[in-house]
């Protein structure tokens, strides 16, 4: 049984990553702020497997929090930074507000989980942070995500920082750049789009990514994508 963190699992993809960790029978710990929805979970676990944090991931304070959840854990095998907000907006439009909450829930949430959970990692944990193809230099880009592939690039870079400087103690740390999957988050940022993917087939290769991709990349981008975006 691993013991596994996921971000942003109220819904979409990190709802479909916890129900599957759960069936593998992985103990998961949830993280997002609507609660009730991370309580519906519970029908996945047997006793003991699942528990939830209601944690606003834009408060830098608050994030601690998730140390009370596992207090009894010896260790976290997987981290995935799964959360994200994702705003389509003109770049003339774009706030302050728009620029804080950005950083804050796509760079600085991931940031600070990491550095909180240091004495939870061995050198085989794996931290997976959930970004996208828009945060790839080079690939296909559209407009009106100048605030949302810039903060979820600067992730990625912090993946091969991270892997650098913590590579004799673990965890070892990759980026997944998703490609579009059928998400709230899509329907919301794209209206109508349909996407080729949908949560639960890439929630499959998250789960086999965090199990397995530690063994043979650190500090890595993986690019999970079979459309453009
Ligand atoms: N869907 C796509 O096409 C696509 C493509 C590329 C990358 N991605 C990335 O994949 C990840 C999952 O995306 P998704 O489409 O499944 O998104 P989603 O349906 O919008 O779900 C986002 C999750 O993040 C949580 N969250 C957002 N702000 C939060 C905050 N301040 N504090 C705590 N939790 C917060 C939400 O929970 P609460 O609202 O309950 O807090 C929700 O559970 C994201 O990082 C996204 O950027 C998605």
């Known amino acids: 049984m691993k013991n596994i963190i996921i971000t942003g699992a109220s819904r979409g993809i990190g709802y479909e990553l916890a129900k599957q960790h759960l069936q593998l029978g992985n103990r998961v710990l949830t993280i997002s702020r609507n609660v009730d929805k991370l309580k519906e979970l519970e029908v996945f676990a047997k006793e003991g497997q699942f528990t939830f944090i209601g944690i606003d991931l834009s408060n830098f304070d608050e994030i601690s929090n998730v140390l009370t959840a596992i207090e009894n854990w010896d260790k976290v095998d997987i981290l995935y930074n799964n959360a994200g907000l994702c705003i389509n907006k003109p770049f003339a439009e774009i706030t302050e507000e728009d620029l804080i909450m950005s950083w804050k829930v796509n760079f600085m949430a991931p940031y600070r989980l ?92 998250l789960v086999d990514f965090g199990l397995n991709g530690w063994k043979y990349f650190n500090g890595k981008v993986q690019q999970a994508s079979i459309s453009t975006p």
């Not at 605030?147 to 103690?169: G, I, P, Q, R």
């Open 114 to 205: 990491v550095q909180v959970l240091l004495n939870k990692f061995t050198i085989s944990s794996h931290v997976v942070n959930v970004s996208t193809m828009g945060a790839v230099q080079g690939s296909v880009k559209f407009p009106g995500l100048s605030v949302y592939s810039s903060s979820k690039s600067a992730t990625v870079n912090l993946t091969e920082l991270l892997a650098e400087e913590l590579k004799d103690h673990g965890p070892r740390i990759n980026a997944v750049a998703l490609g579009a999957v059928q998400t709230e988050m899509l329907e919301e940022a794209f209206p109508g789009y349909i996407a080729p993917t949908q949560p639960h087939e890439m929630a499959e290769y």
